[in-house]
């Protein structure tokens, strides 16, 4: 079943296509050598290319390029050799130079795809129309003083990569599925932090609303939202709202919008009528930007390994399910951590730790991977007692608990608490005969053919050995006596 949203006149599919700005990370600004450093002092990070002094030209910044070629390699897209820089023209005080170096009939990176996963576990893929390169404004700042406002250009001029979905998004969860998988690819390649709460990635949402097998309706951009649950929450408001104008007769009008949260409305922010005409034209400043094949076989080769082929290799290589797989790839550095942990290990096993066990103790200390209390060798080291026998199964989670609360190596804690697992027959042996002596009644109940008792026999059996004892030995040994 599709997603629809039910009105008066029946059921109504949404359209969405998403815009995400992603600031690259570089050391310098896309035309200049100025740091990207945040949270510098306002304008101590501005060269005069960024504040546009007169006569300064921008130099296209290398790396800047690399990482939106990385960029569209990750997104398995077209990569163009041939690409401009043209001016969007407009006026604000956040722009000293009066208008925007952007890429718009050349974008350096053409058509590509992303492929999401739903809940369900189905997947789909979702069509990338382009990626450019473009310069971010300054900053206003305004609570500065009670009559003036102040203009920040430590962020003027860094670069941003804009991605442009194709308009193939179905539903709010999908939209979300793609920012979540965007980011990670992202992140994978360093080529973006994917901070939305600090800004480095932001979305505008693109939705309209029509009847199923018509042809796509007049659609309204909502501008810069900054989280992904606002993404999701403002797709189904605005598609609501689109739906009870055209059900009442009405004619949506293309407009650019803002979502509010707080009361989980869209607002008009210019309809079409004032929609700028920014006169775009090749910047005579800068030159066609074009890139040589070998450099892009080159910066290919030097991929990091991307989730969806990660994701595939722990499967095959770990034998794991798929849903388990995608937990531990969904950050690097869990898959790393994981991968320290499974390697030459029973790879199910070091899922089960890491996915159950460990989460949870990140999530109760409030730590996350990188501060993790417990190391992934030392882990590793916990799933060898347990291979090689020295621990069982039980006396494991009370070693990985003293782990997590003070660090200590596993070995170091087996010795410390005495948790060496009981091998030895003739201790086994004891202590079943006690057992066996203290209950006499329920073995006799047993031996008549209640069964069931069994179970209760290891437990106690476990219980007098401090639950040390090899749960195997015990239970032949166990059987032997009882049954013999
Ligand atoms: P613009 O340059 O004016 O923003 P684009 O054609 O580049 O317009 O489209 C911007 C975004 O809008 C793209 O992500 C695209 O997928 C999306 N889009 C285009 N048409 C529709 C539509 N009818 N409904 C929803 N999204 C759409
Ligand atoms: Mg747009």
């Not at 992603?22 to 990207?36: C, P």
């Not at 798929?322 to 320290?340: I, K, N």
Request: glycine share 8%; hydrophobic share 40%.
């Amino acid at each position: 079943m599709s997603y629809v949203i039910e009105g008066k006149t029946g059921p109504w599919e949404i359209v969405v296509g998403l815009e995400v700005h992603a600031q690259v990370i570089s050391q310098s600004k896309l035309f200049s050598g100025a740091s990207t450093k945040f949270g510098g002092d306002p304008n101590t990070q501005v060269s005069l290319v960024d504040a546009a002094f007169p006569g300064m030209l921008p130099v296209i910044n290398k790396e800047c390029v690399a990482q939106a070629i990385r960029t569209g390699l990750g997104l398995n897209a077209q990569i163009n050799l041939f690409s401009r820089f043209d001016r969007k023209n407009y006026f604000y005080a956040d722009l000293p130079q009066g208008y925007q170096i952007s890429q718009f009939e050349h974008p350096i990176i053409g058509k590509g795809s992303i492929e999401i996963e739903l809940q369900s576990g189905e997947t789909r893929q979702i069509g990338i129309t382009r990626l450019h390169l473009e310069q971010d404004a300054g900053k206003l700042l305004h609570d500065q003083d009670p009559t003036k406002s102040f203009v920040d250009l430590n962020r003027a001029s860094v670069a941003l990569m804009e991605i442009v979905s194709e308009p193939d998004i179905r539903e709010p969860e999908e939209a979300g599925a793609y920012l979540r998988k965007l980011r990670q690819i992202l992140r994978y390649l360093g080529t973006c932090d994917g901070n939305m709460e600090e800004g480095s990635m932001r979305a505008d949402v693109n939705v309209s609303v029509r009847k199923a097998g018509e042809p796509f309706r007049t659609r309204c951009e909502i501008k810069n939202v900054n989280s992904i649950r606002f993404v999701m929450q403002a797709i189904e408001v605005e598609a609501t709202r689109q739906i009870e104008i055209w059900e009442n007769g009405g004619e949506v009008d293309q407009e650019t919008r803002l979502f509010d949260p707080g009361r989980g409305e869209t607002r008009t922010m210019r309809s079409k009528e004032d929609a700028h005409d920014y006169r775009y034209f090749p910047d005579p400043d800068l030159l066609p930007l074009v890139v040589e094949q070998a450099w892009v076989d080159e910066l290919k080769s030097k991929l990091p390994e991307l989730p969806d082929a990660k994701r595939a290799r722990f499967q095959k290589d770990y034998g794991i399910p798929s849903y388990d797989a995608g937990v531990l790839v969904a950050e690097q550095a869990v898959a790393d951590f994981y991968e320290t942990v499974a390697k030459r290990r029973d790879g199910k096993l070091a899922a089960s730790w890491v996915i159950g066990d460990l989460f949870a103790a990140l999530n109760r200390t409030s730590n996350t991977i990188e501060t993790s209390p417990v190391s992934a060798a030392s882990l590793g080291k916990m799933l060898d007692l347990i291979a090689d026998g020295t621990i069982n199964g039980k006396i494991a989670k009370e070693v990985f608990e003293d782990m997590v609360e003070t660090g200590d190596s596993p070995d170091a804690i087996v010795e410390r608490k005495g948790l060496r697992q009981v091998t030895d027959t003739g201790v086994i042996d004891a202590a079943i005969a006690a057992i066996l002596e203290k209950h006499a009644d329920k073995v006799a109940e047993y031996r008549g053919g209640k069964d069931k008792l069994f179970g209760f026999f290891v437990g106690q059996v476990m219980k007098e050995t401090k639950g040390k004892a090899n749960p195997a030995l015990v239970n032949s040994a166990l059987k032997a006596q009882l049954d013999g």
